[in-house]
């Protein structure tokens, strides 16, 4: 009985599927850390009164949320040559470099949103005590934004991790690449893309559920 | 203590304070009423500089607070503020509310904000709700609270806009005493009011304002028993 539970088609794919997982949160991860600070620059810019930077962001927000992120990597993997900035690009250095400006350009107005939905009044009653703008942003505005970015940043994590998937078409060898790897060589198309699907819902369910707790705790 | 020369203010093309002169003496209570819409918020706005002054001259304490010279922050600390809605800081204590100010902008230490701000708590009756969060006030407490939050800074004026009018009539009146033993500390204030009562009983001075411009002042008794305007006739006979 064990023996044929452990020599499953479903089982035996593991292996193979779990060094996948282990890039695919390699890349969203590092994605995702680069992303915020991006984010968190563009949405500033985003905020600026300054015209040239708020036209700076707002362009970089729009081309990358306007433009698949397919073509975005294989843009930045094919479409970059060596002969034009001097370095070769890895499939790796490639996804990490398109989660970067994909999450970068939506937590960018997650940052801004967040900010948006203070009332006006915070900032007023703020200055009204005589604190400067910076003070106010800092000491008012951003704690409060800060909390309501929460839930949409977990948000953000699921839809970059899904979104490594599309890296198998520049052969980095994330979960789903691993998976078609294994089911072209073994035939169990099926069984394989199961187990796929199966180590995708275990990292973005529990992630949902601790999304909606965090949620409700922070009564946002 | 407070002048304004022919204030005028407007939203783009909407002029909504259409050249205002004004005087508040020192220790005066001037209560302002007047229908919805008529510019009573705009204009307190504009004497702490929450919004832009398009012309005409706002002096406080002989400061000019639409000259760009003058350190609108260090004006703002001597102008207190109460809004309606009372904008507490929801992620700080109420005494952390109280001291938030004190600390940043007078640059008191820790202990000498905490014993001000205890004081003050004390003060407006809420000395028992210091480390609650301003969510588990009522109304009337979380507009004491505000009212000690703008106290903290020492103000010279301390300027409200219907402070009671969010507030469940039950829980009206902790608040007017609050600001009428302020009045009689000898606190210059400028009140945005629908409480009529308040501004007989505690306004040195009442301004009726239409449409952008003061249609009638006086002292209380004269303004509402005779006044002289028809509009501002006709306004009092609707809310008296
Ligand atoms: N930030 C703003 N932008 C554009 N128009 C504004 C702004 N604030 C106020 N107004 C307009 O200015 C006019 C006067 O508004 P204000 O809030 O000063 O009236 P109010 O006398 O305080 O009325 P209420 O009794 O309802 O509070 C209104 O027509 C309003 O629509
Ligand atoms: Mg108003």
Redo the contacts with the bound molecule.
């Keep these: 009985m064990i023996d044929t539970i452990m020599d499953s088609p479903y089982i035996n794919s593991l292996p193979f599927l779990i060094e996948g997982l282990k890039l695919t949160l390699i890349i969203t991860i590092t994605g995702l850390i680069f992303g915020f600070i991006l984010g968190a620059l563009a949405g500033l810019g985003r905020l600026s009164k300054s015209r040239i930077i708020y036209g700076i962001t707002t362009v970089f927000v729009e081309v990358v949320r306007g433009t698949p992120i397919l073509a975005q990597v294989l843009f930045i993997y094919f479409g970059i040559s060596e002969d034009l900035i001097g370095v070769n690009i890895s499939g790796l250095t490639a996804a990490i470099i398109a989660i970067t400006l994909n999450a970068g350009a939506y937590i960018a107005e997650i940052v801004r949103g967040a900010v948006y939905s203070i009332d006006r009044g915070q900032f007023e009653a703020g200055r009204a005590i005589g604190l400067t703008e910076k003070q106010t942003m800092r000491y008012i505005i951003w704690p409060q934004a800060f909390k309501r970015m929460i839930p949409p940043l977990g948000n953000q994590f699921i839809i970059s991790l899904k979104d490594t998937s599309l890296f198998s078409v520049i052969a980095v060898n994330e979960l789903l690449y691993q998976g078609r790897t294994y089911y072209n060589a073994t035939a169990e198309v099926f069984e394989t893309l199961v187990m796929v699907c199966i180590i995708y819902l275990m990292i973005t369910v529990p992630t949902s559920l601790i999304l909606r707790r965090v949620e409700r705790k922070l009564d946002v | 203590m407070i002048t304004v020369k022919d204030l005028h203010k407007s ?1 783009g093309k ?1 002029e ?1 304070l259409k050249g205002i002169d004004a005087k508040v003496d020192e220790s005066e209570v001037v209560c302002v009423i ?1 229908p ?7 204009f307190l706005r504009c004497l702490n500089l929450l919004e832009d002054i398009t012309s005409g001259e706002v002096t406080i304490d002989k400061e000019t607070v639409n000259d760009p010279r003058t350190d609108i922050n260090q004006l703002r600390a001597q102008v207190g503020m109460v809004f309606q809605h009372f904008n507490l800081f929801p992620h700080k204590t109420v005494l952390e509310n109280v001291t938030l100010g004190t600390t940043k902008v007078k640059k008191l230490d820790a202990n000498q904000a905490n014993e001000l701000g205890t004081q003050l708590l004390e003060k407006v009756g809420l000395a028992d709700k210091a480390n609650e969060y301003p969510d588990s006030l009522s109304g009337g407490q979380k507009q004491r609270a505000a009212i000690a939050r703008a106290l903290a800074m020492e103000p010279k004026v301390m300027l409200f806009d ?1 402070p009671t009018s969010a507030l469940d009539p039950e829980l009206v009146g902790d608040v007017l005493e609050v600001m009428k033993d302020l009045a009689r500390e000898g606190m210059t204030m400028v009140v945005v009011t629908h409480e009529m009562g308040f501004a007989r009983e505690v306004g040195d001075r009442v301004m009726f304002m239409d449409e952008g411009v003061v249609m009638e002042e006086g002292k209380p008794q004269q303004l509402f028993e005779s006044p002289q305007n028809p509009r501002t006739q006709e306004f009092l006979s609707k809310i008296l």
Excluded: A, Q, Y
């Design positions: 939203f909407n909504v007047g919805s819409g008529s510019g009573k918020s705009t219907e």
